[in-house]
């Protein structure tokens, strides 16, 4: 059974590669430069070439750009979709975020639908910014929440990325209603993902954007001040891995969206959970009475779906906060 899996060098995607080897998939990768092809195939020594291959995609936001990559032989069965730009080094919303994700997404589904017709699923990684609704005071957030922001919201620096993930996910259903293709889709909504960074693609300066609250704890920039929280929902990257792989080998995941989170944080508690994991960082820490940031009046969320039909089972935030801890520091930091 043979997947292709775009955007093979980000973070999530190179847990979701080690996954889909392990549970016996074909994988082929996209990735944007020969020299992160081989770099990636090289740190799987011993994996045969039918195994495990890569095509270039430079950049998904290109007419056809899938055009080519969703053709193999033998022939795809599914597809993966993870490229999407994760940053907040905006310079133009347009080009650098809602033409990527957005034209990404329907530019594959296009692809697939005229080039690959033996692709049976094609699994989206959205995210909870396409659920969050910072505009009411939603008391329970599950799959049937959506974020209501506008295009003119979105020129907003602010808002871009989370509009980004919004309007790809909708254009993503909007297709599948109106094209009618062979193929459902199923979407993974994760909000901040942590976990073990793979070390060949990764270093602490080109650090993946949701870890980079880690590199700055271990390097003493909360010892002062615990900066803001942001989001307080969290979920391991090896979780959502799984979830990925998981929503093409379960057939009832098909044409549903799934909220993977491991549930509530704050960077108040990641502080505590390192003190307990990692004692020599204790002088980079902040005193234990250092307030915490957590609303006592938070929503509550229902994350029941991904545990009976995709069957994951959460890793504890401990374990989350030590690994984490850990590949930073074996990068040096
Ligand atoms: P990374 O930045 O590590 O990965 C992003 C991937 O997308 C990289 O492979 C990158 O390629 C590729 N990419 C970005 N823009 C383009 C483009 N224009 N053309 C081709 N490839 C492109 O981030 P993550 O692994 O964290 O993110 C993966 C997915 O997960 C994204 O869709 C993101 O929105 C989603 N997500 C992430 C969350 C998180 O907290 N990490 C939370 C919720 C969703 P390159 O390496 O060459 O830059």
């Known amino acids: 059974v043979k997947v292709l899996l775009t955007g093979g ?3 999530i995607a190179a847990h979701i590669v080690d996954i889909l080897l392990q549970h016996g998939f074909d994988t082929v990768f996209t990735v944007r430069s020969d ?5 990636i195939l090289e740190n799987h020594p011993g994996t045969p070439k039918e195994k495990l291959s890569y095509v270039i995609v430079k950049d998904v936001a290109q007419d056809g750009a899938f055009d080519e990559a969703v053709k193999s032989d033998p022939p795809f069965d599914y597809v993966l979709h993870t490229a999407s730009p994760f940053h907040f080094n905006v310079q133009d919303p347009v080009k650098d975020f809602l033409d990527p994700a957005i034209k990404g997404t329907t530019g594959i589904l296009k692809a697939i639908k005229a080039y690959a017709p033996t692709v049976k699923r094609v ?3 959205s995210s909870f910014a396409a659920i969050i609704n910072p505009k009411q005071n939603v008391k329970l957030y599950s799959e049937k929440v959506w974020n209501p922001v506008t295009w003119e919201e979105a020129m907003d620096h602010s808002n871009v990325y989370r509009a980004s993930k919004t309007f790809a996910e909708k254009a993503a259903w909007d297709f599948v209603e109106k094209e009618k293709p062979n193929f459902d ?3 993974i909504n994760p909000p901040l993902v942590f976990g073990p960074i793979v070390h060949y693609l990764n270093s602490l300066e080109a650090l993946n954007t949701s870890n980079q609250r880690f590199r700055n704890l271990i390097q003493g920039q909360f010892k002062e001040q615990i900066p803001p929280t942001g989001t307080f929902l969290y979920v391991d990257v090896r979780d959502v891995a799984l979830a990925h792989v998981r929503a093409i080998e379960v057939s009832e995941a098909g044409g549903k969206r799934f909220f993977i989170t491991a549930g509530f944080f704050s960077n108040k508690e990641i502080v505590e959970a390192a003190r307990k994991t990692h004692s020599e960082l ?3 820490l902040p005193a234990k009475d250092a307030p915490s940031d957590f ?3 938070i929503y509550e969320i229902d994350n029941s779906r991904s545990k009976e039909i995709l069957g994951i089972k959460y890793r504890s935030f401990t374990e989350t906060v030590a690994d984490t801890i850990s590949s930073l520091q074996d990068v040096g930091a």
Do not use: L, N, Y
């Open 9 to 11: 060098s980000g973070f």
């Open 282 to 284: 204790e002088s980079k």
């Open 35 to 39: 020299d992160k092809g081989k770099r």
């Open 123 to 125: 699994v989206i990684t």
């Open 295 to 297: 609303p006592s009046d």
């Open 185 to 187: 889709i199923a979407t």
